[in-house]
Antibody, heavy 123, light 111 residues
Framework: EVQLVESGGGLVQPGRSLRLSCAASGFTFDDYAMHWVRQAPGKGLEWVSG????????GYADSVKGRFTISRDNAKNSLYLQMNSLRAEDTAFYYCAKGRGSGHYQSLDFDYWGQGTLVTVSS | QSVLTQPPSASGTPGQRVTISCSGSSSNIGSNTVNWYQQLPGTAPKLLIYSNNQRPSGVPDRFSGSKSGTSASLAISGLQSEDEAVYYCAAWDDSLNGSGVFGGGTKLTVL
């Protein structure tokens, strides 16, 4: 059974940093691209970042470019999101999602999602 | 101000057929495949349709997707009460450095 379990969310002050983790199991992690998608409370979905199977390529939404860094450790079946210079508008549930079809991240078909972790940026 | 445009709401009665539209541009829907997600209250999104019209295993054939030019549609036939949810379209956008884009979501109400 595929499982994606996010952790690391919480309350953080504006300008500070936070690192999210996603533990994956039930599939061959290093065969697939992985993504982070966020959803502000009561709002729609926003793609945040994606990473290819071998970390060879990454992509970011304009809203987080230069502040967030996606990474993965295939030996640990884990995905990460380092979030720096956090802003109030980064407040959201952050979902880890598995790319369905291939190891390349340039596709928005996610066949498995985690349960999400809430990041609240407030003073 | 989502890159992909969806109607904010849709409704239908049990047994009816409803469609939800998703409008984009040449850099996203016009050149990449469209995916659809269903999000029930308090839960993570679920992949409903991928590659324009493909259903993952376990998704009923009541759900179907289509694409034409820079627009796409999700159709739900034989509407059921459990279909009440928010539906999102999604696609890759090739503009600038490329990014993923979602529609703003359509809240489907089963009357």
């Amino acid at each position: 059974e595929v499982q994606l379990v996010e952790s690391g969310g919480g309350l953080v002050q504006p300008g500070r940093s936070l690192r999210l983790s996603c533990a994956a199991s039930g599939f061959t992690f290093d065969d697939y691209a992985m993504h982070w998608v966020r959803q502000a409370p009561g709002k729609g979905l926003e793609w945040v970042s994606g990473i290819s199977w071998n970390s060879g390529s990454t992509g970011y939404a304009d809203s987080v470019k230069g502040r967030f860094t996606i990474s993965r450790d295939n030996a640990k079946n884990s995905l990460y999101l380092q979030m720096n210079s956090l802003r109030a508008e980064d407040t959201a549930f952050y979902y880890c999602a598995k790319g369905r079809g291939s190891g390349h991240y340039q596709s928005l078909d996610f066949d498995y999602w985690g349960q999400g972790t809430l990041v609240t940026v407030s003073s | 101000q989502s890159v992909l445009t969806q109607p904010p709401s849709a409704s239908g009665t049990p047994g009816q057929r409803v469609t939800i539209s998703c409008s984009g541009s040449s850099s996203n829907i016009g050149s990449n495949t469209v995916n659809w997600y269903q999000q029930l209250p308090g839960t993570a999104p679920k992949l409903l349709i991928y590659s324009n019209n493909q259903r993952p295993s376990g998704v009923p054939d009541r759900f179907s997707g289509s694409k034409s030019g820079t627009s796409a549609s999700l159709a739900i036939s034989g509407l059921q009460s459990e279909d009440e949810a928010v539906y999102y379209c999604a696609a890759w956008d090739d503009s600038l450095n490329g990014s993923g884009v979602f529609g703003g979501g359509t809240k489907l109400t089963v009357l």
